[in-house]
């Protein structure tokens, strides 16, 4: 019996040692991805790239889906967009749709954060209307759940715009980014950064499509902003 209860004590510490080395384990895949994320907004790109890269090959191994599909999601972003190596990035954006598929949890918000991510390569790409395609999905999305007021709706409109703008449609761009433009007034005020860009590239479409008298206190209103 002694040595019975001896066992079962070894094994309850060997479980509990597992446990906690699987719990930091986790905490440390976290820890990547958030250090991935800072340096990737400090423009700190190769750096951000390989915290990205750890957090999210930890997470896989721990069967952390969550936080495998989030460092995905950033890689899209920082190494197809920012570092310009599209095909990569093109890449990490199926790992993250296939995490996400596997976990079963996937959302339409999340499938709609993935595909503007996604739209964002490939307008860099070139691939203008696979990109145009994906950004009306996720702004379809995004106006279903959240509102045609949210924050989000108004940057899934300026993706939109920019993308229409490539494409030469210049009224279909104004449409978007006016409609960008309204909704970051409304929820940030007149003086917010965000509001100052929806003014620029408003304006930058007026002027590509000659409707200069349009443009020009479009400009104004943006450098005051500044």
Request: zero cysteines.
């Amino acid at each position: 019996l002694a040595q019975h209860r001896g066992d079962l004590g070894v094994e309850r510490r060997a479980v509990a040692t597992e446990t906690v080395a699987l719990g930091l384990a986790a905490l440390g895949a976290e820890a990547a991805l958030a250090r991935g994320r800072h340096l990737s907004e400090l423009d700190r790109l190769p750096e951000a790239e390989a915290a990205l890269g750890q957090a999210y090959f930890d997470a896989l191994r721990l069967g952390d889906d969550a936080t495998a599909a989030r460092a995905a999601l950033w890689q899209v972003r920082t190494v197809g967009n920012r570092l310009g190596r599209h095909d990569e990035g093109l890449m990490w954006g199926l790992h993250a749709a296939a995490v996400l598929e596997r976990s079963g949890t996937e959302s339409p918000l999340d499938r709609a954060t993935l595909d503007a991510q996604i739209a964002a390569v490939l307008r860099e790409k070139g691939e203008l209307d696979r990109a145009v395609a994906l950004d009306r999905s996720a702004l379809a999305t995004r106006e279903e759940i959240l509102g045609e007021d949210h924050p989000d709706v108004a940057d899934s409109l300026d993706n939109l715009g920019n993308v229409l703008h490539l494409l030469r449609d210049e009224d279909g761009a104004a449409a978007a980014q006016r409609r960008a433009l309204e909704i970051r007034e409304r929820v940030f005020g007149p003086w917010h950064p965000m509001v100052a860009a929806s003014l620029n590239n408003l304006a930058n479409i007026e002027l590509a499509a000659d409707r200069f008298a349009v443009a020009e206190p479009l400009l104004m209103r943006a450098l005051e902003e500044r």
